[in-house]
């Protein structure tokens, strides 16, 4: 599966280095590939979904919007961001919908 990885460590920051990434097995990494190795996290992870189809149309669903709620989130929990892990943002499909998730590396306050 292939997803997207945000190395500005931070979602409140105001620029973002971003990849795109995936699960690599254990064989020879083409030589042109980064290989970069995510520490051990404990992650809240948001998720945003609609029906195929549906999911252009309603905003509520989309993964800028869980971006734009994070902040209220983190006000109201007994958790801040873990430092120096990067965030991680995944979008794919079933059959019957289409699902966004944002991946935040965090520790209790």
């Known amino acids: 599966m292939q997803f997207g990885m945000f190395f500005h460590y931070g979602w409140n920051k105001t620029s973002i280095k971003f990849m795109n990434a995936m699960d690599y097995p254990d064989y020879k990494i083409p030589e042109h590939f980064e290989i970069l190795e995510v520490p051990k996290a404990m992650w809240a992870v948001f998720k945003a979904s609609a029906p195929i189809g ?3 149309k309603n905003a509520n669903v989309s993964i800028e919007n869980i971006w ?3 902040p209220e ?3 109201v929990s007994e958790y801040e961001q873990q430092a120096n892990v990067p965030e991680f943002e995944k ?3 079933t059959k019957s919908e289409y699902i966004d998730e944002v991946w935040i590396p965090i520790i209790k306050k």
């Open 54 to 56: 549906d999911f252009q």
């Open 68 to 70: 734009r709620r994070l």
């Open 73 to 75: 989130w983190f006000q």
């Open 91 to 93: 979008a794919y499909r």
